[in-house]
């Protein structure tokens, strides 16, 4: 026997189904542009002390840096020598001891013979305590042969400086700069690029500002502080330009 079964309405067979939640589309902020490069801060009011001013680089940077209208300290193991010198460079530049240089400055350069530069760095490690640090040191030996390159154990002049000065915000710039030129009172403009490195932006950008009310001179950002063994040993390559040359050469950066 056979049996038949009415066909099933499909629509009577099945829940009707819910509708899909309605999801408002995310809220996204507008992507920000990325920060120029060269805006950089004014640092027209920072005071700028310079350990090892009376030596040829200190005392070059000093007058650079006083005559675009920065406010200088030159420091010098003995106050006496600072003020000697300060006095022969003039444009408000005032000198002290070491550490009362350290003390009055917002941003100090480190401009000492290779030799004295860790016992110097820690005698003032409380006077420098909080300071921008600028370490400017090139470790270079010489023999017969001409300059070449010391390796710190630290790796580089800056990283014993960073090593030496943890409460410090240790930078590192000017190394490439002609002394003679710096103190060249006939020259209006020091033509060349500073590389700066460090391991933070502001920090760095202070000290490209810096560098950048020199005319002619302008600060590049080169990487962090592992990075300035090579930026420091390239000054014995420079040497031997100068030498063969007769020349005071600097550095250039091309496209940026």
């Not at 939640?21 to 992507?31: D, F, S």
């Not at 675009?68 to 408000?92: D, F, N, P």
């Not at 400086?161 to 700069?177: C, E, I, K, N, Q």
């Amino acid at each position: 026997m056979t049996s038949t079964t009415e066909p099933l309405d499909p629509s009577a067979s099945k829940a009707p189904l819910a509708a899909a939640p309605v999801v408002p589309p995310l809220a996204t902020e507008p992507r920000k542009a990325p920060k120029d490069p060269w805006d950089l801060p004014d640092v027209s009011g920072l005071v700028v002390g310079v350990l090892g001013g009376t030596g040829e680089q200190g005392r070059g940077l000093a007058y650079r840096l006083a005559k675009a209208g920065q406010k200088v300290v030159l420091g010098s193991r003995a106050a006496e020598r600072a003020r000697e010198a300060a006095a022969e460079i003039g444009l408000g530049v005032e000198g002290a001891d070491n550490a009362e240089c350290a003390r009055r400055s917002d941003v100090v350069i480190v401009a000492v013979p290779w030799d004295g530069h860790a016992r110097t760095l820690e005698s003032l490690r409380g006077e420098l305590t909080g300071k921008l640090v600028v370490d400017c040191v090139n470790p270079l030996g010489f023999d017969k042969k001409g300059a070449y390159a010391l390796k710190p154990a630290e790796g580089s002049a800056a990283e014993q400086a960073a090593a030496l000065l943890p409460d410090s915000r240790v930078t590192a710039a000017f190394h490439h700069l002609s002394a003679v030129l710096l103190q060249d009172t006939t020259v209006e403009e020091i033509d060349t690029d500073v590389m700066v490195l460090g391991e933070e932006r502001a920090d760095v950008e202070i000290v490209q500002a810096l560098a950048g009310r020199v005319p002619g001179m302008r600060g590049v950002f080169a990487g962090r502080l592992r990075n300035a063994h090579q930026v420091e040993s390239l000054v014995a390559n420079l040497i031997s330009v100068n030498r063969r040359y007769k020349a005071h050469a600097g550095l250039r950066i091309t496209d940026v």
